[in-house]
């Protein structure tokens, strides 16, 4: 979910997106439909969601087009797997590039708790925020911006490029700002890039290459 993410998805060669998110996931349906939208003889499909990968699979078994599924399963995994696809290859070349395009980033997402629990050995309360690396929690704050800088912290090393990091609806251009000084300021061999995802849910989604 998040307009922005689909106009970014869009801008980097994308022919349809769905928006769907952790609630709303699209079904098979949904996915033939976008297939025959796109109307080409070969479909290569972004699940960018673990929930969704059986969904694309089942709608490549029902069509007569040929559909490549690249297991990708976030939006960070998504938009390094559509970097890496080449219109000059074959479809099974781009299927191995962009696969192999997965294990070059690593996924960061700040969210809040809804409820109190306990995860992965931290005692987090209703309102918290939450660092996920790799679908793991690793931090937790009060604070958005602290929850951010400690996840990033826990992610980025001497081997990182390039930090993206995808906004969400509910950060002010303050929070994004800070960030970016952050990033900046912390991490100085890095290339920081801003994109204004829009989405519900993630405060911020980051992309580690």
């Known amino acids: ?51 969704i990968i059986m969904a694309a699979q089942q709608a490549k078994d029902v069509v007569s087009e040929q559909v490549i599924v690249i297991p990708s399963k976030t939006v960070p995994q998504g938009m390094s797997a559509l970097l890496a696809f080449n219109p000059a290859l074959e479809a099974q070349d781009n299927d191995h590039a962009m696969t192999e395009a997965l294990s070059h980033v690593k996924t960061g997402q700040i969210t809040y708790a809804v409820r109190d629990t306990v995860i992965d050995g931290l005692e987090i309360a209703n309102g918290d925020f939450m660092g996920i690396d790799e679908g793991k929690i690793k931090v937790k704050s009060k604070e958005k911006l602290q929850a951010a800088k400690d996840l990033l912290l826990e992610m980025i090393d001497e081997e990182s490029e390039i930090i993206t990091i995808i906004y969400g609806e509910d950060a002010s251009q303050n929070e994004v700002d800070e960030l970016a000084k952050f990033c900046n300021a912390q991490f100085e061999d890095a290339e920081v890039e801003l994109h204004n995802g829009n989405q519900p849910l993630y405060s911020f989604i980051f992309s580690i290459e």
């Open 1 to 51: 979910m998040g307009t922005g993410i689909s106009d970014l998805f869009k801008s980097i060669g994308a022919t349809v997106v769905i928006e769907g998110g952790q609630t709303m996931n699209p079904s098979t349906e949904d996915i033939v439909k976008a297939i025959e939208e796109a109307n080409a003889e070969t479909i290569i499909i972004l699940p960018n969601n673990k929930n």
